[in-house]
């Protein structure tokens, strides 16, 4: 009975804290509308040591853009590291320890930087530390548009 009391406390906190904090429920894809753009890729062994640029479009108007970011062959030991870049500088870089980034306006993810959300042409940069010869990663890129300050739309 105690060990069930404390999983409904620990479920309980964890609601409270993703009705709290709207921003936790970007990584909830049933809560998250469909994304903007989507972007599907593979990083090969012959790129070790190399960066990737996937670039993208970002409209007038835009307050925040957000993306989520996953890849296979981890159990081959690749990892592979996340970046934004905006038409003027880099934006974001978390290595590997982050699979969803933001940068709005007002507000970014932690090691990104908040401010105006320039028109033009950004790219994620996907750092390739370490994947083996021989080995084939698949990445899928999810990317949000936000017009209407925080929050998804």
């Not at 993810?109 to 083996?132: E, F, H, K, Q």
């Not at 899928?140 to 017009?147: A, G």
Request: some cysteine; aromatic content about 8%.
């Amino acid at each position: 009975m105690r060990s069930l009391l404390g999983r409904c406390s620990l479920l309980t906190a964890c609601l409270l804290l993703l009705f709290a904090h709207p921003g936790l429920a970007l990584q909830t894809t049933d809560l998250a509308p469909p994304p903007d753009k989507v972007f599907h890729g593979e990083i090969h062994g012959t790129q070790n040591h190399t960066y990737v640029q996937v670039p993208f479009e970002v409209a007038a108007g835009v307050q925040r853009v957000t993306l989520t970011f996953s890849y296979t062959a981890r159990e081959q030991h690749a990892a592979l590291d996340l970046g934004l870049l905006d038409p003027g500088e880099l934006r974001c870089w978390s290595g590997g320890n982050k699979s969803l980034l933001t940068v709005g306006v007002s507000d970014a993810t932690p090691s990104c930087l908040p401010g105006r959300i320039p028109a033009g042409t950004w790219n994620v940069l996907i750092g390739v530390p370490n994947i083996r010869p021989g080995i084939t990663s698949q990445y899928t890129l999810q990317i949000w548009f936000n017009s209407d300050g925080p929050g998804w739309r």
